[in-house]
């Protein structure tokens, strides 16, 4: 049983169950007991479909006058990450916003750390993560091909931070304990299966503030493998990418495949009607 929302936005529980993907278990067997008697039963299961991304990159519009922040993903510099970041001014001051990162295909999570520095007045939220970055001649060449082209970083911006090591690998970093952020504005977060590396970080630094509540299905669980670069081969010209950083979050659960669980678990297609239902049922500040 999960917590869910009804189609008034009232919350409810509905029967779920995680399948792992391409398959499709479309049924649950039940049994009531109540009161010493005992019924058997078989219950269909709708399956869950992620949001295909459409629009563009950000969206910032209003919902029956609730503001709704739309991102699909995000890169080092762009005139709609300025404006994302912006916005947040205006955000903080509203009652209850909708943050939607259904699709949300990750890219540049400073953009978003600088958009919650905005949000929270100045709190400083930083990736729960611990890892170790490839630092070798082969992948310093690969980041700067792609990345100039894949997240817009100015090559100077490389050129300072991106070196090489010995061993191969940077130093181990350990992320920090997430603690909890002061916040009075209530957020709803929407996410769902396409929601992945940098947006599931976002998503999970949005749940350490105050008054935030995750909606819609598991995030796609890809965070263990980051700062992805591409190339091509040689002979085929065939496009791959991979990542070049390992990390795990500070409790040390690989959730990779599983990803992050929402509060209340809807259909991301309906996820923006029933949040603002939610915000009108049960209130804001």
Do not use: C
């Amino acid at each position: 049983m999960r917590f869910s929302l009804n189609e008034s936005g009232e919350i409810v529980y509905r029967i779920g169950m995680l399948e792992p993907e391409g398959e499709a278990l479309l049924r649950a067997d039940v049994t009531l007991v109540a009161d010493g008697s005992r019924r058997e039963l078989t219950l269909g299961l709708e399956k869950v479909s992620s949001l295909v991304p459409e629009g563009s990159v950000y969206e910032y519009y209003r919902v029956d006058g609730i503001p709704v922040v739309s991102l699909r993903g995000s890169s080092f510099d762009s005139p709609a990450m300025e404006k994302f970041v912006a916005d947040a001014q205006e955000v903080r001051q509203e009652e209850a916003v909708i943050i939607d990162l259904r699709g949300n295909s990750g890219g540049d999570a400073a953009q978003m750390a600088r958009w919650l520095g905005v949000f929270t007045d100045g709190a400083t939220l930083v990736s729960p993560f611990t890892g170790a970055q490839l630092s070798t001649k082969t992948v310093r060449e690969l980041i700067f091909k792609s990345w100039p082209v894949l997240y817009r970083v100015p090559v100077e911006i490389l050129e300072e931070h991106v070196v090489t090591s010995e061993t191969g690998w940077s130093e181990i970093t350990l992320g920090p304990i997430p603690e909890r952020v002061p916040n009075d504005v209530a957020v709803v977060v929407l996410m769902d299966s396409r929601t992945v590396s940098a947006g599931e970080v976002f998503v999970e630094i949005l749940a350490s503030l105050d008054n935030v509540v995750l909606l819609g299905t598991n995030t796609g669980g890809r965070s263990l493998a980051g700062n992805p670069v591409e190339t091509a081969l040689p002979n085929s010209q065939l496009r791959l990418g991979f990542g070049t950083g390992l990390q795990l979050r500070r409790d040390f659960v690989d959730r990779e495949g599983i990803g992050l669980f929402p509060d209340f678990w809807v259909q991301p297609e309906d996820a923006v009607k029933l949040a603002v239902k939610f915000i009108e049922n049960y209130g804001s500040r």
